[in-house]
């Protein structure tokens, strides 16, 4: 899952998003939604792939079917390397 491994790309993500209620958390920070043991977490833009119609249908697709996921994500990240990147800059925690 993950929380037993955040480091592990899987599609748990997508299933939380679908699987779990995320009500508001009550806080002072800026606007988070937490589960309801309050042990995960997910911000606006993550809740706006599955209230968004045109992004939803990835999130269900990515949740039933990880190697469709597992292509997608290869060939978009392929993409993104192919393309490169210039001007970035290196920090202490990479």
């Known amino acids: 899952s993950i929380i037993s491994s955040p480091t592990l790309l899987t599609?748990?993500?997508?299933?939380?998003?679908l699987n779990e209620?995320?009500?508001?958390?009550?806080?002072?920070?800026?606007?988070?939604y937490e589960e309801r043991s309050g042990k995960l977490m997910m911000l606006p833009s993550?809740?706006?792939?599955?209230?968004?119609a045109?992004?939803?249908?990835?999130?269900?697709?990515y949740a039933k079917?990880?190697?469709?996921?597992y292509a997608d994500?290869?060939?978009?990240?392929?993409?993104?390397?192919?393309?490169?990147?210039e001007g970035l800059?290196?920090?202490s925690y990479v």
Do not use: I, M, N
């Not at 209620?21 to 606007?31: F, H, S, V, Y």
């Not at 993550?46 to 968004?52: A, F, G, K, N, R």
């Open 11 to 17: 599609t748990a993500y997508y299933s939380l998003l």
């Open 46 to 52: 993550d809740l706006t792939l599955v209230q968004d």
């Open 54 to 61: 045109r992004f939803a249908k990835y999130v269900r697709l």
């Open 65 to 69: 079917d990880s190697k469709r996921f």
């Open 21 to 32: 209620k995320w009500t508001p958390k009550k806080w002072d920070g800026p606007l988070q």
């Open 89 to 91: 800059t290196p920090t």
């Open 73 to 85: 994500f290869s060939a978009a990240f392929a993409k993104l390397l192919e393309l490169g990147a």
